[in-house]
């Protein structure tokens, strides 16, 4: 299983617009802190692939590729707004939702709700997947997805911490990776988001491997992030995820972070 990571950055995004903080000045300086909404997709050895929201326009790069559905954790613009455009699909793609009428009034045809529950596995080609209750400010769902080969992914935003069932849940299962919702800094309390520390925290507890992602331009700039995970979590495989970051989850985490700086989206097949 391939992870393709198209948006890691909050509504906002970075650099925010006519934002000139450090940490949108930084991402003006040097393009891989820049950050769009949220957007990943997964691809299996099939060749099949699965989008698991699209705050950002996701129509180009999607193109040609074997789309199975759209994951979607929840139905603020960030997360969906991409999705009008592959809506105009002449061959309907399957979408998944916390709150499945609302697509049919906020989005054209071209998408075909496919109902699902928590806990409850469904599959969208040879894909496994279970959705995941979350906390957040309107019905939002993670989602567990695992291929044929047994590798397997939880998609954790947008949330607070986790409910005691999806959280028991995720402990049974230990998937390879968890990538966590870590949008405030780490000295931040907030009521509807994670912030770095509590977003690391839950993710080792659960998956082997982490990744923290929906980074808002209120968090620190990646420099001071990437120093408090090192020294927060020494030798744990804890990273910041970015735009245009491609992980396999039959290597390490670290062979994937090595190649992120000079990463593009070409190499999506």
């Known amino acids: 299983m391939q992870i393709f990571f198209l948006g890691t950055g909050g509504s906002e995004g970075l650099p925010c617009p006519h934002c000139f903080c450090d940490h949108c000045r930084e991402a003006r300086k040097y393009p891989l802190f820049r950050r769009v909404p949220s957007a990943v997709?997964?691809?299996?050895?099939?060749?099949?692939?699965?989008?698991?929201?699209?705050?950002?326009?996701?129509?180009?790069?999607?193109?040609?590729?074997?789309?199975?559905?759209?994951?979607?954790?929840h139905w603020h613009a960030d997360h969906y707004a991409g999705l009008f455009r592959l809506g105009w699909s002449p061959h309907p793609l399957p979408l998944v939702s916390p709150e499945p009428g609302r697509g049919r009034k906020l989005l054209p045809k071209g998408l075909k709700e496919r109902r699902g529950a928590p806990l409850k596995a469904l599959e969208l080609g040879s894909f496994r997947i279970f959705p995941l209750s979350l906390k957040h400010t309107v019905p939002t769902w993670g989602y567990l997805v695992e291929d044929e080969e047994g590798h397997s992914v939880a998609f954790l935003w947008d949330t607070k911490g986790l409910p005691l069932e999806t959280e028991a849940f995720l402990r049974r299962y230990r998937p390879h990776l968890a990538v966590v919702d870590a949008t405030y800094p780490p000295e931040i309390q907030a009521e509807n988001h994670n912030n770095l520390r509590e977003a690391a925290e839950i993710g080792l507890s659960l998956a082997h491997e982490v990744l923290l992602t929906h980074i808002s331009h209120q968090n620190h700039s990646p420099f001071f992030l990437e120093e408090y995970l090192g020294r927060a979590f020494p030798q744990s495989p804890v990273a910041l995820?970015?735009?245009?970051?491609?992980?396999?989850?039959?290597?390490?985490?670290?062979?994937?972070?090595?190649?992120?700086?000079?990463?593009?989206?070409?190499?999506i097949p």
Not at 253 to 263: F, R, V, W, Y
């Open 41 to 73: 997709l997964v691809l299996n050895a099939r060749g099949e692939a699965l989008l698991v929201d699209a705050g950002t326009d996701v129509a180009e790069v999607c193109d040609g590729l074997n789309l199975q559905g759209v994951l979607l954790t």
């Open 241 to 267: 995820a970015y735009d245009g970051l491609k992980h396999s989850l039959a290597y390490p985490l670290s062979l994937s972070l090595k190649e992120a700086e000079g990463s593009s989206l070409s190499g």
